[in-house]
């Protein structure tokens, strides 16, 4: 059974920091195409950034270029991601999934149950 498990969500002022984690359970991690998406209230989810499986490859939205940075190591089954110069507009539920291949589309494998990110102005 897959599980994807996020953390690291939390409320932060604008211009913080925060750091998200997911570990990955019941997959075989450095096979898998790892990607985060946000939604928030009242919009549909959407891509935040993405990491091939041994790293070689990543997109980010162009929202979050230059401040998030996504990651991963596949010895601990884990992808990260670094936000900085946190805004109002990234509040969101954070949500990692896996796929086989590495993409900026919806369309993944497996989801985690989110975590909220709250940025107060």
């Known amino acids: 059974q897959v599980q994807l498990v996020e953390s690291g969500g939390g409320l932060v002022q604008a211009g913080g920091s925060l750091r998200l984690s997911c570990a990955a359970s019941?997959?075989?991690?450095?096979?898998?195409?790892m990607g985060w998406f946000r939604q928030a209230p009242g919009k549909e989810r959407e891509f935040v950034a993405a990491?091939?499986?041994?790293?070689?490859?990543?997109y980010y939205a162009d929202s979050v270029k230059g401040r998030f940075t996504i990651s991963r190591d596949n010895a601990k089954n884990t992808v990260y991601l670094q936000m900085n110069s946190l805004k109002p507009e990234d509040t969101a539920v954070y949500y990692c999934?896996?796929?086989?291949?590495?993409?900026?589309?919806?369309?993944?494998?497996?989801w985690g149950q989110g975590t909220q990110v709250t940025v107060s102005s």
């Open positions: 019941g997959l075989f991690f450095s096979s898998y195409a």
């Open positions: 999934a896996s796929r086989s291949v590495v993409t900026t589309q919806n369309d993944y494998d497996y």
């Open positions: 990491i091939s499986r041994r790293s070689g490859t990543i």
